[in-house]
């Protein structure tokens, strides 16, 4: 293994043919290093307790820091904790098993405090008995592919119309609370739709009734969040709230959060309109004799089935919806007519 000294100014000299002169081997290791300095990805070495023993000039690109800088220190030197945990588990189990690896991504602080996202590979350095040595490897930055990545992520996930999450983020929430609950706590799921939205569209334009599904994503994001709840939106005006609770109080304060955000007439384009929504809660792992299969699908269905029977009891005396301003003094009938939600 060269000395840090030496790792820091040249890499290590090729292999001579016997007959080459000192100067032909100079100028080979200055025309190597020369590559190695002008390449776009960061060339470095480390040894057996991943201390820097040699790093291209392109680390001062990468992450700030010349060279010389970096030997005697280890790559999770220049991670936030959290990271340097991470890396530092995964690259234990590499190096226990004295393997290659390659595309590692890890975040990285810059000299400046901002992150930077590299992409690591490496082969090991093995003595002649196997003994290893160290590793041999690139990084390069990849923060812009890892900044689109997430904003493609997000997209895939966020509802154009309200911004709230859509079906497939309600999905992923779902599986990461079945597969791994909280002790103590039950998973809420509450579908929503809003009684006559149909009307709405009908008589006021789907510009209209978009902007009414807009207001009252933007409601229901705030009241759901304030109770460490999340809103999302199925489709249409269809609307479901996933929370953790631990105890009947925590689930009437969810209920009651998303119940008042219909208590206030929603503004549409001047015109004020009062419109009530049916709720139908389920839980987690609340479908009878096989808890284990249970999937968002059928918590889903169960939730849709409590919705529908709180229709079915809406129906008896059906609201509509209408505008305050007609009622006579801009809050009547706000429940008497239906405003608030109904549940089951």
């Known amino acids: 293994m060269r000395t840090a000294k030496h790792c820091a100014s ?6 001579s043919d016997e007959g080459a002169s000192p100067d032909e ?13 002008t390449n ?30 970096m030997l005697g220190r280890t790559p999770f030197d220049f991670m936030p904790p959290d990271e340097a945990a991470r890396i530092g588990a995964i690259f234990g189990g590499i190096a226990a098993e004295k393997r290659a690896f390659a ?50 992520h997000d997209l895939a996930r966020r509802d154009d119309l309200t911004q709230l999450g ?33 009307t709405v569209n009908d008589t006021l334009g789907h510009k209209a009734g978009d902007a009414l599904l807009a207001q009252a994503a933007r409601r229901l994001d705030r009241a759901t969040a304030a109770q460490a709840a999340r809103t999302f939106r199925l489709g249409g ?8 609770v631990d105890g009947t109080d925590a689930r009437r304060r969810v209920v ?21 929504a049916s709720l139908g809660v389920a839980t987690c792992r609340d479908g009878g004799d096989a808890p284990d299969q249970e999937t968002p699908e059928t918590v889903l269905a169960r939730a849709d089935e409590a919705l529908y029977r709180a229709k079915d009891l809406r129906s008896q005396n059906p609201p509509r919806p209408h505008n305050p301003r007609e009622a006579g003094d801009g809050s009547a009938g706000l429940s008497d007519r239906g405003a608030s939600a109904s549940r089951r």
């Open 10 to 15: 040249s890499p290590a000299a090729p292999d």
């Open 25 to 37: 081997l100079l100028r080979e290791i200055a025309r190597l290093k020369a590559m190695l300095d």
């Open 40 to 69: 776009s990805d960061w060339i470095w070495e480390v040894d057996a307790q991943g201390r820097y023993t040699y790093a291209s000039r392109h680390v001062m690109a990468l992450l700030g820091y010349e060279p010389h800088e």
């Open 103 to 152: 595309g590692l991504i890890n975040r990285n602080r810059h000299r400046d405090g901002r992150i930077v996202v590299l992409e690591t590979s490496g082969i090991p350095l093995l003595a002649k008995d196997g003994t290893l040595l160290g590793y041999r490897g690139i990084d390069r930055d990849v923060t812009a592919r890892d900044a689109e990545h997430a904003r493609l």
């Open 166 to 198: 859509n079906r497939l983020a309600l999905r992923e929430r779902l599986i990461a609370w079945l597969d791994a609950p909280v002790a103590g706590a039950e998973c809420l799921v509450i579908l929503l739709d809003f009684d006559l939205f149909k």
């Open 237 to 244: 005006d269809e609307f479901v709230v996933v929370a953790e």
């Open 256 to 276: 009651t959060a998303i119940e008042q955000c219909f208590l206030e007439p929603f503004d549409l384009d001047g015109s004020l309109l009062c419109i009530s």
